[in-house]
């Protein structure tokens, strides 16, 4: 998925980006607990890697966990690692509703807008990883390990972030608040390898005043750089 392929284009004069969502009906009261099942064998999974991990766990010992038989989870999941691209798929999904509105990368139109907004989004990417630390935990330490193909999908989402990073560059040279001589590919990724190391970072440090920290650190960075003013 491309970072364009995230966002469609409102009609009626209203360019914006946002991200693509589908709408229908409620659900059902089955297709609740269909979810809801989902996300318990989801979570039943989490648990056997963290013990066991990924490679040692098997259908079965998920399974057990719920005490459901295994053709129940095969209505579900192909196997374990249709799990592993449900999460990351979901995470996308999450990744992409935050920068949403007034967090998308042409929502704003001078430099304290745009730091209001990074102050915004990186307020919203701490919260996506706090409500569930093992995200960040399969995605950037175990979920390489999986496979090669697994590995080249982390790359590629890490490619995606940079994607989206570098679309909120352009739209600030392109306004004139951002510098014209700016690299935009590769200060894109800068900024999205210091997002990915924050999100590691909570791992250790999971308490959100530390985050809170760590993000206005980044935004220093990306602001200021690290040279004293009177520096020649």
């Known amino acids: 998925m491309s970072a364009s392929e995230l966002y469609v284009t409102h ?29 318990e064998i989801i979570d039943a999974a989490f648990e056997c890697f963290a013990e066991s991990g990924y490679h040692a766990t098997g259908i079965a010992d998920i399974a057990k966990r719920l005490d459901i038989g295994h053709g129940t989870f095969y209505r579900y999941f192909q196997n374990k690692r249709d799990i592993v691209d449900y999460v990351i798929d979901d995470l996308v999904r999450r990744l992409a509703t935050a920068l949403t509105e007034e967090n998308a990368p042409d929502a704003v139109s001078t430099l304290d807008d745009y730091r209001e907004q990074a102050a915004r989004i990186g307020e919203s990417l701490t919260r996506i990883f706090i409500e569930d630390p093992r995200v960040p935990r399969l995605l950037l330490v175990e979920a390489a ?14 490619d995606l972030a940079a994607d989206l990073t570098a679309a909120y560059l352009s739209h600030g040279v392109d306004l004139g608040y951002l510098r014209t001589d700016l690299d935009i590919p590769n200060t894109a990724r800068a900024i999205t390898g210091m997002i990915m190391a924050a999100a590691l970072t909570l791992l250790r440090h999971p308490d959100p005043e530390h985050q809170h920290r760590l993000s206005e650190a980044i935004r220093r960075v990306m602001y200021d750089g690290i040279a004293a003013r009177d520096t020649p």
Request: no cysteine.
């Open 11 to 39: 009609p009626a004069g209203d360019n914006r980006l946002r991200p693509m969502t589908s709408s229908g009906p409620p659900l059902t009261r089955a297709e609740r607990r269909k979810q809801e099942l989902r996300r």
């Open 145 to 158: 390990g999986i496979d090669k193909a697994m590995a080249e999908r982390v790359l590629d989402l890490f």
